[in-house]
């Protein structure tokens, strides 16, 4: 069975750019999340959707938005990148009914570079 | 509002020997708890989960928690550190009404000497 799959992988960006990145949950998932982890602030959560709608939001600016497909595939844009940018993105999926509800697959990230 | 500490960012045992990882907890709700580890460059694996059916849970190579209410606690053990068990290791709560939202900890890193 697939497990979550993040692209790019690795990508560098110059502030003031803006970035997109894509997210495919396992098959059968229909709740995606969406975690910015840094040495500094550690992980954070940005977002969760479930049946293309956002049903949570964490605390980061409007600069950070994202978006669920009809196929659950996940997307998420940061617009006017900063330094501070600079992270891995991760993507999480999850069952959302029964035993297993909550338990997060996470995918291996998307490293994001803003120079 | 939710929270989980880690004590000690930094844990350094040598192989064979006993893994403890401190996790604590804050939440007025029972709580839903979780263990990540995360190798270099990787994503978040699901080592173990605590969903208030039994306090000490089992989960994959060889790891166990147990959940102490009184002590708001569900620290990470194994009996015998291997070296492939170096990685960082995050404690987590399931917010309440959050539907899927993790609070984790700072994460704590294991490094295994020989």
């Known amino acids: 069975k697939a497990g979550v799959t993040q692209t790019p992988r690795y990508l560098i960006k110059t502030r003031g750019q803006q970035v997109t990145l894509s997210c495919s949950p396992i098959?059968?998932?229909?709740?995606v999340s969406w975690y910015q982890q840094t040495p500094g602030q550690g992980l954070q959560f940005l977002f969760e959707?479930?049946?293309?709608?956002?049903?949570n939001k964490g605390n980061f600016p409007g600069r950070f938005s994202g978006r669920q497909f009809s196929n659950s595939r996940s997307e998420m844009n940061v617009s006017t990148l900063e330094l501070g940018d600079s992270a891995l993105y991760l993507c999480?999926?999850?069952?959302?009914?029964?035993?297993?509800?909550?338990?997060?697959?996470f995918g291996e990230g998307s490293r994001l570079t803003v120079l | 509002a939710q929270s989980v500490t880690q004590l000690g960012s930094h844990v350094s045992v040598s192989e064979g020997a006993l893994v403890l990882l401190r996790c604590n907890y804050s939440?007025?709700?029972?709580?839903?708890l979780f263990w990540y580890v995360q190798y270099p460059n990787q994503g978040l694996q699901l080592l173990l989960k605590?969903?208030?059916?039994?306090?000490l849970v089992k989960g994959i190579n060889g790891f166990e928690a147990e959940f102490k209410k009184s002590e708001t606690s569900f620290h990470l053990t194994k009996p015998s550190a291997h070296m492939s068990d170096a990685a960082e290791y995050f404690c987590?709560?399931?917010?309440?009404?959050?539907?899927?939202?993790?609070?984790f900890g700072a994460g704590t890193r294991l490094a295994v000497h020989p």
């Open positions: 999480a999926s999850s069952w959302t009914q029964g035993p297993n509800t909550g338990e997060l697959f």
């Open positions: 959707y479930f049946s293309e709608t956002q049903r």
């Open positions: 605590y969903t208030s059916a039994a306090t």
């Open positions: 098959s059968g998932h229909r709740s």
């Open positions: 987590a709560v399931r917010e309440s009404g959050g539907y899927n939202k993790l609070i």
């Open positions: 939440s007025s709700v029972p709580p839903y």
